[in-house]
């Protein structure tokens, strides 16, 4: 009995996922652009689920801030402030140009060849993956910690998190992702030289790349609608 209990929320679970990661997919390839409506009636018939699984499934989105919930009546997807992200890419770039500075005042090394060990792969070793967003995010967080600020970690982190849903269109792409393996390991490469002003060159280019390609994303969603 217990096994076929487990068995049973394990399906669950991967049904759910399986509506998680299609529905997510088709926001950032703006099949779904923003305000674009979504019901659980209609995804459970499109998938042939019970509500159970679609509901979950509406829930983790909606965490993600890619959905935007309406109580008792749909989920829409969610739109975007440009303002907002334009305001919250100059702040980032501000702050990662600090931590470049701080970090060639201190050893870190072994931090920096930590994250180098990942982010050196070879680019033909890439492909489209939105999971990488968390790793992207991790590479800029842990040179925040490597900084040794106190106060310049939990800002980045807080800029990051309201980005987190945006940025996710990074990865979508191919050439993108393989573009964001070098450009973090040439970060790095400047930042075990001990070059902070190479370092925040570069971070300075690699932020501003991803905000074109995240907003040309965004405003081709913005005129399908």
């Known amino acids: 009995m217990q096994s076929t209990l487990s068995n049973a929320s394990d399906a669950s679970a991967t049904r759910t996922q399986q509506v998680v990661d299609d529905v997510r997919m088709e926001i950032l390839r ?3 652009p923003p305000g674009t409506r979504i019901t659980e009636e209609g995804l459970a018939e499109r998938y042939g689920l019970s509500r159970t699984p679609v ?3 509406l829930r983790m989105l909606t965490r993600e801030s890619l959905l935007l919930h309406v109580p008792r009546a749909y989920y829409e997807v969610a739109s975007v402030n440009l303002d907002e992200m334009d305001d919250l890419y100059v702040m ?3 702050l ?3 931590i470049a500075e701080r970090i060639t005042r201190r050893d870190a090394s072994r931090e920096l060849r930590e994250l180098l060990d990942f982010w050196a792969t070879p680019a033909g070793a890439t492909s489209a993956n939105v999971q990488l967003v968390f790793a992207d995010e991790h ?3 842990s040179l925040a910690v490597a900084s040794g600020s106190s106060v310049l ?3 980045l982190r807080n800029i990051n998190n309201r980005l987190h849903a945006l940025r996710m269109r990074d990865f979508i792409n191919p050439d993108r992702v393989a573009r964001t393996y ?3 390991a040439a970060i790095l490469r400047a930042l075990l030289r001990n070059d902070g ?3 925040a060159a570069l971070l300075r280019a690699h932020i501003w790349q991803s905000y074109d390609f995240v907003c040309a994303s965004m405003l081709r969603g913005e005129g399908e609608r």
């Open 30 to 32: 703006n099949v779904l």
């Open 153 to 155: 970690t939990p800002m």
């Open 197 to 199: 002003r190479l370092a």
């Open 55 to 57: 509901r979950e499934a």
């Open 182 to 184: 070098e450009q973090h």
């Open 139 to 141: 590479f800029h967080e």
């Open 92 to 94: 980032r770039v501000a």
């Open 96 to 98: 990662e140009e600090r």
